[in-house]
């Protein structure tokens, strides 16, 4: 789901097998930049816990598959049968996965208004951009939007302190 990396700063941690109980996002940046109102952001963060719910389960039936398949191989006598099985079981709850956040993703998007679906597909498009961002950030093409971690040089592979450089 695009909508799950709204840059850092909005903190929207997106569900992943790691982290099935990621807080529920705060969403202040991206309140403030599509305007959201109270009932839509109660919408939103409704969806978020209700997919949360959804997908758990499946996350930990992926996480026990992916065990029993590791210790299968890591046993060295596994057969090829039950190895197979259990890749195909895999992926079939991966694509159950999929399925349910493209779902959410469009029950989300349905909250919104036109002008806002808008404001969010140029979202998805500076996303985009973001390796072409960080690249020109880290050859100081321009400066970083805050404060980064020191950074290995691009050319000597030394690690420096980035430093916003241009007018402030």
């Known amino acids: 789901m695009c909508a ?13 097998p790691e982290r099935p109980d990621a807080p529920a996002p705060p969403l202040q940046a991206l309140r403030r930049y599509l305007a959201l109102d109270e009932s839509q952001v109660e919408q939103l963060m409704q969806l978020q816990l209700t997919k949360r719910g959804t997908l758990r389960p499946i996350f930990q ?7 029993a398949l590791r210790e299968m191989l890591e046993a060295g006598n596994a057969d090829a049968t039950a190895v ?24 989300s998007r349905a909250v919104l208004t036109a ?32 404060p980064l971690p020191a950074q290995p040089d691009p050319i000597e592979g030394v690690s420096r302190p980035h430093m916003r450089h241009g007018p402030h």
């Open 4 to 16: 799950v990396g709204l840059m850092a700063q909005t903190s929207l941690t997106p569900v992943t």
């Open 61 to 67: 039936q992926v996480a026990e598959k992916e065990r």
């Open 84 to 107: 197979g099985t259990l890749l195909l079981e895999i992926e079939g709850l991966r694509k159950q996965i999929r399925a349910a956040e493209e779902d959410f993703a469009r029950q």
């Open 115 to 146: 002008e806002q679906q808008e404001k969010l597909t140029a979202l998805e498009r500076v996303l985009r951009l973001e390796p072409a961002a960080h690249e020109a950030v880290r050859f100081q093409l321009i400066p970083p939007p805050h």
